[in-house]
């Protein structure tokens, strides 16, 4: 698919963050070709003139002239990113996320990048130089098929192999398993890959709303047909109860293993276990 660039003026890359774990956070582009096709961030089209463009075509490429104000930072939490993935390929031309990190290197803040693409490598140089650095990586499937059909960015092999890097860097790694699939994530298989060289382990599942309900229900229902009423029986009659018995058999497989981990399930009620 060829991406749509254009560089857009903001006053400035800082926003005060609504996810109830940062304070701040910092979306160096609007849109991103790796075009998740369960992507939550979808929204940002109707606000940004791109309503009429598919997800993962486009990419606005934020422009600002003032540096951020490190004091601001200091004991908080800042998050890369929010709506889009600030390592997606347009940053390998740019470099508008270095810029930021050189900017905030020596924040007194606890930074966190999420992203789904190995070019987040090019920076461990910056990352070692951090006070308090975590990269988490987004993986909820070793099958490179099904991953393929859900977004253009990194394989999974090669995501996995940037967490192996980043910590044998000494960089605070965490793999997001998110967003799970029922019955198509294997989260123990996750786990048993990558345990040895992951920090932390996220877990979060798949929500779905607006017009990529459709999209993915769709998928499921010719790609997995076994699993359909399953998935009916979640996103179309409203019934959880699925995700509380998966949150119980992922809190005591973690807490049988020994690892660290955060449920994010119920964003409200997220729990901490250590």
């Not at 991406?3 to 940062?22: D, E, Q, W, Y």
């Not at 991103?32 to 463009?53: D, I, L, S, V």
């Not at 470099?95 to 090019?122: G, Y």
């Not at 000494?170 to 040895?196: C, Q």
Request: charged share 25%; aromatic share 14%; with cysteine.
């Amino acid at each position: 698919m060829i991406v749509n660039k254009r560089f857009v003026k903001t006053s400035s890359i800082l926003s005060k963050s609504n996810l109830p774990t940062s304070d701040f956070c910092i979306n160096p582009y609007v849109g991103c070709p790796h075009g998740c096709k369960y992507c939550y961030a979808t929204f940002m089209r109707r606000f940004t003139n791109h309503e009429n463009e598919p997800w993962g075509s486009f990419v606005d490429i934020k422009q600002w002239d003032k540096d951020i104000d490190i004091n601001k930072l200091k004991g908080k939490t800042v998050f890369l990113s929010s709506v889009t993935d600030c390592y997606n390929p347009v940053e390998a031309e740019v470099c508008s996320t270095r810029k930021i990190l050189e900017n905030i290197v020596d924040a007194d803040a606890e930074v966190t990048i999420t992203t789904k693409s190995n070019l987040v490598l090019r920076d461990i140089d910056l990352f070692k130089k951090f006070k308090n650095i975590t990269i988490a990586f987004s993986i909820n499937t070793l099958d490179e098929k099904f991953k393929t059909d859900m977004d253009n960015a990194s394989s999974i092999q090669d995501r996995i192999s940037a967490l192996k890097t980043l910590h044998e860097n000494n960089v605070r790694t965490v793999l997001f398993m998110s967003p799970i699939f029922p019955e198509i994530t294997d989260f123990k298989e996750i786990i048993n890959k990558t345990k040895l060289f992951v920090d932390e382990f996220w877990f979060e599942n798949l929500n779905l709303r607006a017009g990529y309900k459709y999209t993915i229900l769709n998928y499921i229902k010719k790609n997995y047909k076994n699993l359909y009423p399953l998935y009916n029986q979640i996103y179309n009659l409203g019934d959880y109860s699925y995700w509380d018995f998966l949150a119980k058999q992922i809190d005591e497989f973690c807490i049988q293993q020994k690892l660290n981990f955060k449920n994010y399930f119920h964003h409200e009620k997220i729990r901490k276990n250590n």
